[in-house]
């Protein structure tokens, strides 16, 4: 009898329920973020002059630097391979938008247009560490000049540098050059030079 119970009834799936997307949230899913802030300063030799670089780096970001070194021998300045010629940080999340504000406060929130990358990577100078408000000159230090490179990314980059199945980054989550400069000049009040 029971089977002939089953036959008689009808056997209906029950469709699955998609939630549609709020359009605010997927518009943030493909707007760029800053993935990480790096500030170096080459200096070109070890020793004294290397350790003044890392105080000054320390001092303006609050952050312990990581000497970089050379690439190649070069006779002509001096140069071994492997021997520490600069030093750098590596700047994310809250501590790289607080110090993006002060570094573009140097240099009167204007960036030309050419800093700019294809990949929607920012590249600046700043010629004077003394620039910046929290530091004052000093005889015994000297004046460093430093190099700020901000990576940009959206969400969904991860896909890319995964140890297991790595996979290539779509088209539409490449940030571009436009978009960046739309999110410097909305967040940060950057006004792009051309």
Same mark, same amino acid.
């Given at each position: 009898?029971?089977?002939?119970?089953?036959?008689?009834?009808? +056997?209906?799936?029950?469709?699955?329920?998609?939630?549609?997307?709020?359009?605010?949230? *997927?518009?943030?899913? $493909?707007?760029?973020?800053?993935?990480?802030?790096? !500030?170096?300063?080459?200096?070109?030799?070890?020793?004294?002059?290397?350790?003044?670089?890392?105080?000054?780096?320390?001092? +303006?970001?609050?952050?312990? #630097?990581?000497?970089?070194?050379?690439?190649?021998?070069? *006779?002509?300045?001096?140069?071994?391979?492997?021997?520490?010629?600069?030093?750098?940080?590596?700047?994310?999340?809250?501590?790289?938008?607080?110090?993006?504000?002060?570094?573009?406060?140097?240099?009167?929130?204007?960036?030309?247009?050419?800093?700019?990358?294809?990949?929607?990577?920012?590249?600046?100078?700043?010629?004077?560490?003394?620039?910046?408000?929290?530091?004052? =000159?000093?005889?015994?230090?000297?004046? $460093?000049?430093?190099?700020?490179?901000?990576?940009?990314?959206?969400?969904? =980059?991860?896909?890319?540098?995964?140890?297991?199945? #790595?996979?290539? +980054?779509?088209?539409?989550?490449? !940030?571009?050059?436009?978009?960046?400069?739309? =999110? $410097?000049?909305?967040? $940060?009040?950057?006004?792009?030079?051309?």
């Amino acid at each position: 009898m029971s089977a002939e119970k089953t036959k008689d009834k009808k +056997i209906t799936k029950k469709k699955p329920v998609t939630k549609k997307m709020d359009p605010d949230k *997927k518009a943030k899913l $493909f707007e760029p973020i800053i993935e990480k802030v790096t !500030v170096n300063i080459g200096v070109g030799e070890a020793g004294e002059r290397l350790k003044k670089a890392e105080t000054v780096i320390k001092n +303006i970001t609050g952050h312990k #630097p990581v000497e970089t070194l050379s690439r190649t021998t070069n *006779k002509d300045w001096g140069i071994r391979k492997r021997m520490p010629i600069g030093c750098k940080v590596t700047l994310r999340n809250k501590d790289s938008i607080e110090f993006l504000k002060e570094a573009l406060s140097t240099r009167e929130n204007k960036i030309a247009d050419y800093s700019f990358d294809d990949e929607g990577n920012l590249s600046f100078g700043i010629p004077d560490h003394t620039l910046f408000k929290s530091q004052k =000159y000093d005889p015994n230090i000297g004046i $460093f000049g430093m190099d700020v490179c901000i990576t940009m990314k959206k969400p969904g =980059y991860r896909v890319k540098h995964r140890r297991i199945a #790595p996979r290539k +980054i779509p088209h539409r989550y490449k !940030v571009k050059k436009e978009e960046t400069m739309k =999110y $410097f000049s909305e967040k $940060f009040n950057v006004e792009v030079i051309k």
